[in-house]
């Protein structure tokens, strides 16, 4: 994903400088980037840190490498979080021997459920996409291998909806856009073979203003059903051009003048993690002509 958010600022142009102060807004002073409430957070840093290196911003090393050795008492934190802290460790170094690597991954070991997926909570009979798409990342980002790779695509596999995309409850009529592209990362990642329906499932997401949807209910899309479909969509190979200018005006109508992405258009608070997500869109659309 990073590396294709980095080709972001060929659509933001002049506005580049504004989105890189305000990812640099939006780190505390205790070397966390903060959330919605203006508290320094684990998950928001990943977003913060990413943006940053998305757009060759120099990283805040010094600042943010005290913030993450107080996250030392790993049993305290959950799936999520832990993802997230392996994912930010690399961001800030590339010596693995600074990084409690075991120790990381025997926690998210702790999350594997008895169908060989991942669950947010730990000891779970079943997985879902969303949980094992984080374990999976985790594994990568500390450059291990995932053991149990057939169990994990065989849990995969059992949480095919009745309309074809990927839910993360077994024998759900409706797939979810996010859940769909996340297993599709995780199948692609493991290197097993993905149906051209998945493809023409994603782009019926697609509202004809632009965006995607993230279910058959939602009242209008968003961006990281938006950013999420598109990277799946790159990554089964189906060409965007059809979508592309709609797509762009959807990006561009959730921009802020200070430098943000809103996460819908009924949103009134932007924040590092959707101006992220708008990068990975960008980065995407930019790759394909109209």
Not at 21 to 31: E, H, I, M, Q, V
Not at 236 to 262: K, M, Y
Request: aromatic content about 8%.
């Amino acid at each position: 994903m990073l590396q294709v958010a980095r080709l972001a600022p060929k659509q933001l142009g002049e506005s580049r400088d504004l989105v890189a102060g305000f990812f640099r807004s939006c780190l505390n002073p205790d070397g966390g980037f903060r959330n919605r409430t203006g508290e320094s957070d684990l998950y928001y840093t990943v977003f913060g840190l990413e943006g940053l290196i998305a757009l060759q911003e120099p990283v805040p090393t010094d600042r943010v490498t005290p913030y993450l050795r107080r996250f030392d008492r790993l049993a305290q934190l959950d799936l999520v979080h832990l993802a997230c802290l392996a994912r930010c460790w690399v961001a800030v170094s590339r010596d693995l021997s600074v990084i409690p690597v075991r120790d990381i991954l025997e926690r998210v070991e702790l999350h594997r459920a008895g169908d060989g997926g991942y669950a947010l909570a730990a000891g779970a009979d079943r997985g879902n996409a969303y949980a094992s798409f984080l374990a999976l990342g985790a594994y990568e980002d500390l450059q291990s291998p995932l053991p149990g790779a057939d169990r994990l695509l065989a849990a995969l596999a059992g949480l095919r909806a009745h309309d074809g995309g990927f839910s993360n409850v077994p024998g759900d009529t409706h797939g979810i856009t996010t859940v769909t592209a996340a297993a599709v990362a995780a199948m692609r990642s493991l290197g097993a073979a993905t149906d051209t329906y998945l493809g023409m499932w994603l782009l019926d997401r697609c509202h004809s203003s632009g965006g995607f949807f993230a279910g058959p209910d939602a009242p209008v899309p968003d961006l990281l059903s938006t950013a999420t479909a598109l990277h799946a969509l790159s990554s089964l190979h189906v060409p965007l051009g059809g979508i592309r200018e709609a797509c762009l005006d959807f990006v561009d109508s959730l921009w802020t003048n200070r430098g943000a992405f809103f996460g819908t258009w009924a949103d009134d608070e932007a924040d590092c993690e959707y101006t992220y997500y708008a990068l990975l869109a960008l980065g995407h659309l930019s790759l394909e002509s109209a």
